[in-house]
């Protein structure tokens, strides 16, 4: 089983600024099985990313993804008031699919 | 647009099983070769993956939960179900169902629903 590590566990931001999120994986993962989800409380995830750099219908360009092999990284360029969330790293190439454990951007 | 709503009881007792269904509308579970899937949450936690099914009735399942898990597909009512045998307060969580992006279980998921709680407790 791959499993994936996000860093930081949390990341205290204020709107406006810049967010980077890390997910490592703990064996090599093609970039066309990583994607990124965000969790509001109360909510079910919402897929933010594909195929590691591809954007899911209707999600705004301030969203990129980028890395290949073990490092993977989400950009938000510059966060907006409803960004504030949990972001999920996930890989579906090897069975059994998992998910990272999160990390939590919070207001600064 | 496609919708997906899980539905069954909120709360099992130990050692029986849980029943879930997903109900899909918008399109027909067996249009484009999706694959469809249950994930599951326990509260304040991360997502786990549980199974995945195809139309056609593949399925592919988490070993970790393999020997107590079935999902089915019922294509007449264009829903998929989920059972879980001999559950404890360890499966207390919020499952959802999903489904997976193009025609291959090797996708992200594009589609979810709501999610809802079951709890295991006497």
Known sequence: EIVLTQSPGTLSLSPGERATLSCRA??????????????????APKLLIYGASSRATGIPDSF????????????????????????????????????GPGTKVDIK | QVQ??????????????LSLTCSVSGGSITSNSYYWGWIRQPPG??????????????????????????ISVDTSKNQFSLKLSSVTAADTAVYYCARH???TWRRAFDYWGQGTLVSVSS
Do not use: M
């Open chain 1, 26 to 43: 703990s064996q090599s993962i093609s970039s066309t099985y990583l994607a990124w989800y965000q969790q509001k409380p109360g909510q």
């Open chain 2, 45 to 70: 936690k991360g997502l786990e993956w549980i199974g995945t099914v195809y139309y056609s009735g593949y399925t592919s399942y988490n070993p970790s939960l393999k020997s107590r898990v079935t």
């Open chain 2, 4 to 17: 997906l709503q899980e539905s069954g009881p909120g709360l099992v007792k130990p050692s029986e099983t």
């Open chain 2, 101 to 103: 992006l193009g025609g």
């Open chain 1, 64 to 99: 990129s993804g980028s890395g290949s092999g073990t490092d993977f990284t989400l950009t938000i360029s510059r966060l907006e008031p409803e960004d504030f969330a949990v972001y999920y790293c996930h890989q579906y190439g090897s069975s059994p699919g998992t998910f």
